[in-house]
């Protein structure tokens, strides 16, 4: 075992703030990796504060890390020490049930194996994330980053990047098609960046008048003020598919009619029972329907990374350093923050 530096919470209430954590030896298919630079997502905030229930502390977060290869095991054959790689949501599965047969391992019917927050299933010692100096991930969860890519910029991509791509490439959206995106955070600017390179029309609905040039900066060929009862009334029947990125309780019946006959409302922001009902009516008279969608496994994740190098797409950032990071935390509840914060490990390194 290794001893490395990283940043943890140790109860709800208590922050994120330095922790000493241990990394297991090499086994013979592991990859070590020193972290360069970590995204921080929401689900970082609401695991460190138990909003979601079931958090055992301590727990080190972060599950966008890009960091260089420092020694290999035996039989990995894909990675040499020097390489820049990354690391997502996921770091194993059970390899053998229908879902990681056809690469999803987050569908794993063993249950998820996230970066962080559960056990590493060989030894049963707690997964730590990238809020740290160095990880130990086995080698078939670990990502090649492109060349073409910023290091840094390509962190948010292993999360923010793959939850948003992964539901449009599922559905196919192509040339054509008319997509809206409600929010426009981390997750929601990159959902306008992937429809654009697919060749969707692509509109954003905002509730802020304050943010309809931010949001045609951000690609969009359009903007809906979803306050706007005209707007959203000239809106209706025109989307073949929603991407709805807003992570806390809202109102779906409104966008709902929104979208054309067969069309599709793609959930990946809010994981809490709808309020207000939803009115089954608007689903029934026009054969629309709900899909949720999960990050994605790990061979689409790759994809999107490729994707990413491929039409020059990268996640807006802004970095900060890691004994910042409850400041992070108070902006992002805030939403102050376009559109995701990078932790540079370097100032944890040098601490």
């Given at each position: 075992m290794t001893t490395v530096k990283a940043y943890g919470a140790t109860a709800p209430d208590s922050g994120v703030h330095p922790l000493d954590i241990e990394r297991r030896d090499l086994r013979d298919t592991d990859v070590a990796i020193s972290i360069d630079y970590c995204g921080v997502c929401h689900s970082d905030l609401h695991t460190v504060e138990n909003d979601w229930g079931g958090t055992s502390y301590p727990i080190v977060p972060g599950h966008e890390i890009v960091g260089t290869v420092t020694a290999v095991g035996p039989d990995v054959t894909k990675f040499s020490v020097g390489d820049k790689v990354g690391v997502g949501c996921l770091v194993d599965s059970c390899g053998h049930c229908g879902a990681c047969e056809h690469d999803e391992e987050q569908f794993c019917e063993e249950g998820i194996h996230g970066t962080y927050g559960g056990v590493d299933r060989i030894d049963g010692t707690p997964n730590h994330g990238g809020y740290s100096e160095a990880i130990v991930v086995k080698e078939s969860f670990v990502l090649s980053i492109p060349e073409a890519l910023d290091p840094a910029?390509?962190?948010?991509?292993?999360?923010?990047?793959?939850?948003?791509?992964?539901?449009?490439?599922?559905?196919?959206?192509?040339?054509?098609?008319?997509?809206?995106?409600?929010?426009?955070?981390?997750?929601?600017?990159?959902?306008?960046?992937?429809?654009?390179?697919?060749?969707?029309?692509?509109?954003?609905?905002?509730r802020s008048v304050s943010k309809v040039e931010e949001a045609l900066s951000q690609g969009a060929d359009h903007v809906i003020i979803s306050t706007d009862e005209a707007q959203m009334t000239a809106a209706a029947e025109q989307f073949d598919y929603l991407l709805d990125t807003i992570p806390v309780e809202h109102d779906f019946n409104p966008y709902l009619n929104c979208l054309k006959y067969d069309g599709v409302h793609i959930v990946v922001g809010q994981l809490t029972p709808l309020e207000p009902a939803l009115n089954t009516a608007a689903l029934v008279l026009k054969r629309r329907s709900i899909m949720g969608s999960l990050i994605g496994g790990l061979a689409e994740t790759q994809e999107v990374l490729d994707f990413c190098a491929e039409h020059n797409i990268a996640c807006d950032i802004e970095m900060l350093d890691m004994q910042d990071i409850n400041t992070a935390y108070e902006r992002m509840k805030k939403g102050d923050v376009k559109y995701r914060f990078v932790i540079d490990m370097a100032s944890l390194k040098n601490a």
């Amino acid at each position: 075992m290794t001893t490395v530096k990283a940043y943890g919470a140790t109860a709800p209430d208590s922050g994120v703030h330095p922790l000493d954590i241990e990394r297991r030896d090499l086994r013979d298919t592991d990859v070590a990796i020193s972290i360069d630079y970590c995204g921080v997502c929401h689900s970082d905030l609401h695991t460190v504060e138990n909003d979601w229930g079931g958090t055992s502390y301590p727990i080190v977060p972060g599950h966008e890390i890009v960091g260089t290869v420092t020694a290999v095991g035996p039989d990995v054959t894909k990675f040499s020490v020097g390489d820049k790689v990354g690391v997502g949501c996921l770091v194993d599965s059970c390899g053998h049930c229908g879902a990681c047969e056809h690469d999803e391992e987050q569908f794993c019917e063993e249950g998820i194996h996230g970066t962080y927050g559960g056990v590493d299933r060989i030894d049963g010692t707690p997964n730590h994330g990238g809020y740290s100096e160095a990880i130990v991930v086995k080698e078939s969860f670990v990502l090649s980053i492109p060349e073409a890519l910023d290091p840094a910029a390509a962190a948010p991509i292993l999360c923010a990047g793959i939850t948003t791509y992964s539901p449009l490439k599922h559905v196919g959206v192509k040339k054509g098609d008319k997509v809206g995106v409600l929010g426009m955070g981390g997750l929601g600017h990159m959902g306008v960046k992937f429809a654009k390179a697919m060749g969707a029309e692509v509109t954003i609905f905002t509730r802020s008048v304050s943010k309809v040039e931010e949001a045609l900066s951000q690609g969009a060929d359009h903007v809906i003020i979803s306050t706007d009862e005209a707007q959203m009334t000239a809106a209706a029947e025109q989307f073949d598919y929603l991407l709805d990125t807003i992570p806390v309780e809202h109102d779906f019946n409104p966008y709902l009619n929104c979208l054309k006959y067969d069309g599709v409302h793609i959930v990946v922001g809010q994981l809490t029972p709808l309020e207000p009902a939803l009115n089954t009516a608007a689903l029934v008279l026009k054969r629309r329907s709900i899909m949720g969608s999960l990050i994605g496994g790990l061979a689409e994740t790759q994809e999107v990374l490729d994707f990413c190098a491929e039409h020059n797409i990268a996640c807006d950032i802004e970095m900060l350093d890691m004994q910042d990071i409850n400041t992070a935390y108070e902006r992002m509840k805030k939403g102050d923050v376009k559109y995701r914060f990078v932790i540079d490990m370097a100032s944890l390194k040098n601490a």
